[in-house]
């Protein structure tokens, strides 16, 4: 897919706003909006596995989405993501660039970046939240009380926290990003991406910034475009995590009639080419809409037994209470075997536990004593993934893309190891109890064109040239 002469375009004056209108029906409460023309891709996948195109057409009787073929590649995904021969990838043929992936997540597997999403990234000071610098408001402090309580009511002090950025840090006020307003971006969030851009052909694709919203039941997101990025060509990933959504996506401007449908929990979206510079919204949040999805969302947070399938290690199984929704990691590594310095709350190093420092507790399984040995196995002595000097950004993008796919097998062992290491020490209760009544969006993006470092190149080579000549100046003092 080569978008390489995309351009922003400037929304044109117009009188007829098809956008704003369809936003508020959806929206609205009272009376609650007919949803009857929302998008749902789950019924698609079974008009399509059962031979019925009705589903797959509107009124006039032209096919709107149809199942999209991936790009078969060699490389190996992350721990928990599926092969991507095996990914259910849908075309939306009004909204040219679109594509959603329905979830591809295996089982359990999105515990781990739900944690990530919540509690790691917005507890890591070098990133920036919304309660960032906001006197009276410790988000350390605040996660730690709400993992103390039993319940999550509308006052919760954690409902504050409504997004978090990662990489270069997005300027609300200015709507633009900044050289000197950038950390650096994780590294296991780069992996993920880079393996969905390689399986839908986009390379090369280099990760540098994420928006993570938090959701509850009553919140919306207002239609907007996203182009502060350099490269308009690169496409951006919105992973969900948690309670459905209605996504809306309009056109360019905002006299294009929007199309609206369901994005549930593991759900990737991807716009690209014409929908890059699209409007979209999030109107509405919702609970399961039926008893069968409301298994689906308990299933994609229930830890299973390996398959020779998915090759996947998982600790051991456990389920939802029927009543609550609720998840229990009944069988899990005694985190009191954890030296303190190795599993700090808030830090770069929260999940970063020596392995060799953890065994397993008396009452724990056979399977759970296997599935240990193999997370050690695979575990290696080299730097975390949250170990920041080990990550160098001038290695991940490049215009060739076999030294791009030999970084990213060089770093799969290490990063699967973490992943399978916080999934088996986690106590995932406190994010259960979250998202019961919220939802988590990962969105991810490259800003700079391949090959570039700064946003503003010039003035950094020549920022570093003065230093240079300082340094020399300062060698004769």
């Not at 609650?32 to 009787?61: F, R």
């Not at 496409?235 to 905002?254: D, R, Y």
């Not at 009944?330 to 536990?353: C, Q």
Request: hydrophobic share 35%; charged share 20%; glycine share 4%.
């Amino acid at each position: 897919m080569d978008y390489s002469t995309l351009q922003q375009c400037t929304p044109s004056e117009v009188e007829d706003d098809l956008f704003t209108p369809e936003f508020k029906r959806l929206k609205a409460r009272k009376p609650p909006p007919n949803l009857e023309k929302v998008i749902d891709l789950d019924l698609h996948l079974i008009s399509a596995s059962s031979g019925s195109l009705s589903l797959n057409c509107d009124k006039q009787g032209e096919q709107a989405v149809k199942r999209h073929s991936v790009t078969q590649n060699d490389l190996s995904p992350v721990a928990g993501l599926k092969h991507c021969k095996e990914w259910v990838v849908f075309e939306f043929l009004k909204n040219p660039g679109f594509f959603v992936i329905l979830n591809p997540f295996v089982n359990g597997y999105q515990r781990y970046w739900v944690s990530r999403c919540l509690q790691d990234f917005p507890l890591d000071g070098a990133n920036v939240t919304n309660m960032t610098g906001q006197q009276g408001f410790d988000l350390p402090d605040v996660w730690n009380d709400f993992t103390n309580r039993s319940t999550f009511e509308k006052k919760d002090p954690l409902r504050r926290l409504r997004w978090t950025t990662l990489g270069y840090h997005y300027d609300w006020n200015t709507k633009e990003y900044s050289d000197s307003k950038r950390a650096e971006f994780p590294l296991d969030v780069h992996q993920l991406s880079e393996y969905i851009a390689t399986a839908l052909g986009f390379e090369p694709y280099s990760a540098e910034a994420a928006i993570v919203n938090y959701y509850h039941m009553d919140s919306t997101l207002a239609g907007h475009t996203d182009h502060s990025e350099v490269d308009l060509a690169a496409p951006l990933f919105s992973i969900s995590f948690g309670q459905t959504a209605i996504f809306l996506l309009g056109g360019q401007t905002k006299s294009v009639k929007p199309t609206a449908l369901f994005l549930r929990s593991g759900d990737i979206c991807v716009m690209s080419g014409p929908s890059r510079l699209a409007y979209h919204a999030v109107p509405k949040i919702l609970p399961p809409l039926s008893e069968e999805e409301a298994q689906k969302f308990k299933d994609a947070f229930t830890l299973t037994e390996p398959t020779q399938e998915t090759g996947n290690n998982l600790p051991t199984a456990s389920s939802f209470s029927a009543n609550s929704l609720e998840l229990s990691l009944a069988r899990k590594p005694s985190i009191a075997a954890v030296k303190p310095e190795n599993f700090t709350i808030g830090s770069d190093t929260s999940v970063n536990v020596a392995l060799a420092q953890v065994q397993p507790s008396n009452h724990q399984s056979k399977a759970f004593s296997a599935n240990w040995l193999a997370i050690n196995q695979i575990s290696t002595s080299t730097a975390s993934i949250y170990d920041k000097s080990s990550y160098k950004s001038e290695t991940l993008c490049d215009s060739n893309n076999v030294h791009c796919h030999f970084e990213y097998s060089s770093r799969l062992k290490q990063i699967n190891s973490q992943i399978l290491d916080t999934i088996a020490c986690q106590n995932f209760k406190p994010f259960e109890r979250y998202l019961a009544s919220s939802r988590i969006n990962l969105n991810i993006r490259q800003v700079l064109p391949c090959g570039r470092h700064a946003l503003h190149e010039e003035e950094r080579e020549r920022t570093e040239d003065q230093s240079k000549k300082l340094k020399i100046c300062d060698s004769y003092s």
